[in-house]
């Protein structure tokens, strides 16, 4: 069984990478007896904007990253398309901005049915939602802090891995 799972923010230079490699690490990291411990992941970040592309992460979340151990030398942004919503198992976005933009990358149809219901169920969420916080990732491109940020993608890809645990149980 593979699990797909495709950040989402705006530039894919500063919060969708470092949720990424967070969840990567997670991932690698999780104990032998776990019910995902077998699960292969394919796990990506792309922007919902253009003006990033080809761009590696910032600098400060690059070094925010590898502050815990974490490399993600070689990654460039890239625009999320309607194939990756086909592809991919889950889009977890950063922020609702990121999901107003999506209505420009989905069909409408699609779109409306991805914006409502529980979090478990959507194939689109928020990260934060998988945290039961109803509110942004903190977004360090304005404010600076990075640590935030940090500390929000942590929390919401943990939540998330827990929750979706259960779901691949036999």
Known sequence: MKIKILFVCHGNICRSPMAEFVMKKLVRDLPAESPLADTDFEIASAATSTEEIGNPVYPPARRMLAMHGIDCSGKTARQMTARD??????????????????????????????????????????????????????????????????????????????????????
């Open 85 to 170: 919503y086909e592809y991919y198992d889950y889009i977890v976005l950063m922020d609702r901005n990121n999901l107003r933009n999506l209505r420009w990358i989905l069909p409408a149809d699609v779109y409306t049915r991805e914006t409502s219901g529980p979090v478990e169920s959507r194939k689109v969420s928020l990260l934060m939602d998988w945290a039961h916080k109803s509110r942004d990732v903190a977004d360090p491109w304005y404010t600076g802090d990075f640590v935030a940020t940090w500390d929000d993608v942590n929390e919401g890809c943990k939540a998330m891995l827990d929750q979706i645990k259960p779901l691949f149980q036999d």
